[in-house]
């Protein structure tokens, strides 16, 4: 069983800055994929950036640049850096945990980030 909590969430000005985290509890974290998807209203939910467990990092070419994604293993809290953010980044920003086989694949309760003047 892994617990994701995500945080810092909120309304920003376009061309504004968040930083996101996700605190992850559980047993074997070291195992999982641990990756940021966002979902905006009326679209499916898409991947930011994931890392996995042997610390490869997959990030679709629309989400660089803009977007970069941190692990701190000490603490088993991913971080999620916005920058330049755009009306189009609204959504609901989730934290996932996908673990092969019997480990099941876990998600967060979401933050809402609102980008808007």
């Known amino acids: 069983q892994v617990q994701l909590v995500e945080s810092g969430g909120g309304l920003v000005q376009p061309g504004g800055s968040l930083r996101l985290s996700c605190a992850a509890s559980?047993?074997?974290?070291?195992?999982?994929?641990m990756g940021w998807y966002r979902q905006a209203p009326g679209k499916q939910r898409e991947l930011v950036a994931e890392?996995?467990?042997?610390?490869?990092?997959n990030q679709p070419d629309s989400m660089k640049g803009r977007f970069t994604m941190s692990r701190d293993n000490a603490k088993n809290t991913l971080y999620l850096q916005m920058n330049s953010l755009e009306p189009e980044d609204t959504g609901v920003y989730y934290c996932?945990?996908?673990?092969?086989?019997?480990?099941?694949?876990?998600w967060g309760q979401g933050t809402q980030v609102t980008v808007s003047s």
């Open positions: 559980g047993r074997l974290l070291m195992l999982y994929t």
């Open positions: 996932n945990a996908r673990g092969k086989g019997s480990l099941g694949d876990y």
């Open positions: 890392i996995t467990s042997t610390g490869r990092k």
